[in-house]
């Protein structure tokens, strides 16, 4: 089994075939979202927000991108794995760009690296994309930007907006991006920046006519029912799960009637063979 390349998903837009991604931080979940016929996972810099408890992705750093990365590398057999590269890891300069790249390519398994913004960050992607390494482009509500737009709002309402977000998409694909992420976009805008490139579009909250869709896998299992963006479909509620089960641990070890004869040890016999201690 091998993992999905960027002409794979590719050919899912040319034959109008929807992209599944989520985004995932660890082995474990890498590996049940990848063995549920996931087409790509990303290592978001949202880590910073759902495994931090940061307000926003801001003080996430590469270091912490690789080492998200790696353990999601490791619990991948066929989905293609994307690391996005974090605030101000790429900003500076597209030789700073390329460097950090390489850096999420070679330390953390990426086969892609995703960066937000348009028109101001082709210089960036035309970089990396020379250098061998694919680029998803990220475009919308760009969360590192977040005090520039003046919060978490939908990008592209007025014409204006509108025309700025199709030039900045064109910028990313003629940039040399295999894919680009539409973040929090007017349906009808993303079905037409869609239909207009070339390359995948990978919507959240963009609505249904975008090439495929991303979702936090917190988000869809509902791992934080407190959290309840327009755009999040839970297909679980896991939250009360999860309470449940520890709920229960906690009452069996306070009865004492965890661990049971079968969780338990013994010293062997003599005549006895030596158990296994796992």
């Known amino acids: 089994m091998r993992r999905k390349t960027v002409l794979d998903l590719q050919k899912m837009k040319a034959g109008n075939q929807k992209i599944a991604m989520v985004t995932a931080y660890d082995a474990t979940m890498a590996r049940l979202v990848d063995a549920a016929g996931v087409?790509?996972?990303?290592?978001?810099?949202?880590?910073?927000?759902?495994m931090q408890g940061q307000q926003d992705t801001l003080a996430v750093t590469l270091d912490e991108m690789i080492y998200h990365g790696r353990c999601v590398s490791r619990g991948l057999q066929q989905a293609h794995l994307t690391v996005d590269m974090s605030f101000m890891s790429y900003q500076l300069s597209p030789q700073q760009a390329l460097e950090s790249a390489g850096r999420l390519v070679k330390e953390a398994g990426a086969q892609s690296v995703k960066l937000e913004g348009g028109e101001r960050s082709a210089p960036a992607i035309e970089a990396i994309v020379t250098a061998g390494i694919p680029v998803v482009g990220h475009v919308?509500?760009?969360?590192?930007s977040v005090h520039a737009m003046g919060g978490w709002k939908v990008q592209g309402r007025s014409e204006p907006e509108a025309r700025q977000l199709l030039a900045d998409a064109q910028a990313v694909q003629q940039a040399g991006a295999f894919c680009i992420v539409l973040e929090m976009v007017p349906a009808e805008l993303a079905t037409e920046l869609s239909q207009a490139l070339h390359i995948p579009t990978i919507g959240i909250g963009a609505g249904a006519g975008c090439d495929g869709q991303v979702l936090v896998c917190n988000d869809l299992l509902g791992l934080d029912e407190s959290f309840q963006p327009r755009f999040v479909k839970r297909f679980a509620h896991l939250e009360g799960v999860v309470k449940q089960a520890v709920r229960a641990y906690v009452e069996e070890v306070r009865q004492g009637t965890f661990p049971a004869e079968e969780h338990s040890f013994h010293r062997a016999s003599p005549?006895?063979?030596?158990?296994?201690?796992?």
């Open 39 to 50: 087409d790509m996972v990303l290592v978001g810099d949202s880590l910073g927000m759902v």
């Open 140 to 144: 919308g509500l760009t969360p590192q």
């Open 271 to 278: 005549s006895a063979k030596v158990q296994r201690l796992y």
